[in-house]
């Protein structure tokens, strides 16, 4: 069992910066492709990005190119969703979720991720 705890969501005006984490208390995940989804009221839960094990690869949706990084630390057992240029769209939950994986690469499936945590919200006001 892989427990996820994502933090640091809140309020921002649009154009603003916000910095999600998402730990895993007492668990190494060096063997685990981490990703993050979103779901705005009224939506589907659509991905936004994801890592690879190594850190080496990274996937995002087309909405968030060039404005959100994700990152890990496996030292800490975190990763990271840094978000800039925040768009009154990007308003939604954002869920960290986590799968393993030895291979090279990412999944922005949300059916390929069996861990999830409970959800952080971001407001973005315009």
């Known amino acids: 069992q892989v427990q996820l705890e994502e933090s640091g969501g809140g309020l921002v005006q649009a154009g603003g910066s916000l910095r999600l984490s998402c730990a895993t208390p007492g668990r190494r995940v060096t063997d685990y492709a981490m990703g993050w989804f979103r779901q705005a009221p009224g939506k589907e839960r659509e991905f936004v990005a994801a890592v690879d094990w190594s850190d080496s690869i990274t996937y995002y949706t087309d909405s968030v190119k060039g404005r959100f990084t994700i990152s890990r630390d496996n030292a800490r057992n975190t990763v990271y969703l840094q978000m800039n240029s925040l768009k009154p769209e990007d308003t939604a939950i954002y869920y960290c979720?986590?799968?393993?994986?030895?291979?090279?690469?990412?999944?922005?499936?949300?059916?390929?991720?069996?861990?999830w945590g409970q959800g952080t919200q971001v407001t973005v006001s315009s």
């Open positions: 979720a986590a799968y393993r994986n030895l291979a090279y690469g990412c999944s922005g499936y949300g059916y390929e991720y069996r861990f």
